[in-house]
């Protein structure tokens, strides 16, 4: 069974840094493009980053997030990562790993939501 389980989310305050991990099961996770959505309240889920298969690496960025946040992925544990650093209360929102194979550009990915796998999703909260 293909999974993908999502950890490392919770409350932060603005300025603070969080470390989001998905571990994936049942396949390996640098064959995949892998990435983080975000979903705010109200608002269509959206490609927050996205990183392609390990022979290629490239990595896409929302505008927003450059800078700030860090997509990788640990070929070890089978784990993608996401640091997010200076978090503003505008990053709030569940935020959902996932993935997709058949070299799956980065673009395709985050902009226009080709995954074939979803994490469970995991609210970030930032605020005072």
């Known amino acids: 069974q293909l999974q993908l389980v999502e950890s490392g989310a919770g409350l932060v305050q603005p300025g603070g840094s969080l470390n989001l991990s998905c571990t994936a099961s049942?396949?390996?996770?640098?064959?995949?493009?892998v990435g983080w959505f975000r979903q705010a309240p109200g608002k269509k889920r959206e490609g927050v980053s996205c990183?392609?298969?390990?022979?290629?690496?490239?990595?896409f960025y929302k505008e927003d997030v450059k800078g700030r946040f860090t997509i990788s992925r640990d070929h070890d544990k089978n784990t993608a990562y996401l640091q997010m650093t200076n978090l503003k209360p505008e990053d709030t929102g569940v935020y959902y790993c996932?993935?997709?194979?058949?070299?799956?550009?980065?673009?395709?990915?985050?902009?226009?939501?080709?995954?074939?796998?979803w994490g469970q999703g995991s609210q970030v909260t930032v605020s005072s």
């Open positions: 990183l392609a298969h390990s022979l290629d690496g490239s990595t």
């Open positions: 996932a993935a997709r194979g058949h070299g799956t550009s980065v673009r395709s990915m985050c902009i226009y939501n080709f995954v074939d796998q």
């Open positions: 049942g396949f390996t996770l640098q064959d995949y493009t």
